[in-house]
């Protein structure tokens, strides 16, 4: 199979993984019983529903028919929003109490891997990388990467340190319920290594970098966004102490959008096949 049929392979995953999660995130917001974690939890669910039914949507819609117009721009958005459902769909799968959507969850996380792998293999990662002109600060993407993948980590670390110095687990796993702290366990294997690996890729112009650093800022982007959301979510539920995280994920998203500012205005053509 050539390219542009493994290209073309990956935008129908790609429409697929739409329509599902369109589905999924309305049930979800209009179907209040489908939940049966704690209200903590529950409200998190309905303000991640939200962001990724009124933000995510609409700009896999918007990428899917760009890359299918063959813009560059559109091929990796359209990844970005298969890596962000992947990494948002994971934690419905693996850190909601068992509902109704269980094998839903399943299939957008197996159908987003499949749409990133064909994706991945169908493009032409000299090309993409040529349509970026000479002047995109590449140290400014990936060392912006770089910091917030050091970041994560660095909170993460601290974490596990006290547990190891007091025994006491972080106080956000009594408040879900989780038996383990989920958040980290994802963002150490689905997010940081890519962060890192896309920001070095990036800094040195390897075409790989091009692709995988603009796939991690449009996840960044979104992901950011759905999570202030879900935050006021927390708080509209009578959970004042999540007010303190929305100026954490506005000034995260504001960096992927200057950054992602950067990507657009140094686009200069379309990737071949």
């Known amino acids: 199979m050539d390219k542009q049929a493994q290209n073309q392979w990956s935008r129908s995953i790609s429409a697929a993984v739409l329509v599902l999660m369109v589905l999924v995130s309305g049930v979800s917001l209009f ?3 489908l939940y049966r974690d704690n209200s903590f939890v529950k409200a998190v669910w ?6 990724t039914l009124l933000v995510a949507a609409p700009m896999f819609a918007m990428g899917l028919v760009l890359s299918q117009r063959g813009s560059a721009l559109g091929d990796l958005i359209r990844l970005g929003l298969l890596d962000y459902v992947l990494y948002n769909f994971a934690f419905y799968l693996f850190a909601s109490a068992f509902n109704a959507l269980f094998i839903p969850y399943v299939l957008l996380i197996v159908l987003s891997m499949l749409g990133l792998l064909t994706g991945l293999v169908g493009l032409n990662t000299q090309s993409v990388k040529g349509c970026f002109r000479d002047k995109l600060p590449v140290r400014w993407v990936g060392g912006y990467l770089i910091f ?6 660095t909170i993460y670390l601290i974490q596990v340190g006290q547990f190891f110095a007091t025994g006491h687990p972080p106080e956000i796993i009594a408040r879900t319920g989780h038996v383990t702290h989920v958040v980290p ?6 997010l940081v290594p890519w962060l890192v690996l896309g920001g070095i890729w ?4 390897k075409p790989w970098g091009y692709v995988l650093s603009i796939i991690m800022v449009v996840k960044g982007l979104l992901y950011t966004l759905v999570l202030a959301g879900a935050s006021y979510s927390a708080v509209q539920a009578g959970y004042p102490d999540s007010a303190a995280e929305i100026p954490l994920w506005g000034s995260l998203f504001l960096g992927f959008a200057v950054v992602f500012g950067f990507a657009i205005s140094n686009l200069q053509g379309k990737p071949s096949a």
């Open 46 to 51: 309905r303000g991640n529903d939200a962001g």
């Open 148 to 153: 917030v993948a050091l970041g994560l980590t």
């Open 31 to 33: 179907y209040p019983g």
């Open 202 to 205: 990036i800094w040195h112009r």
């Open 185 to 190: 366990a994802l963002d150490l294997t689905l």
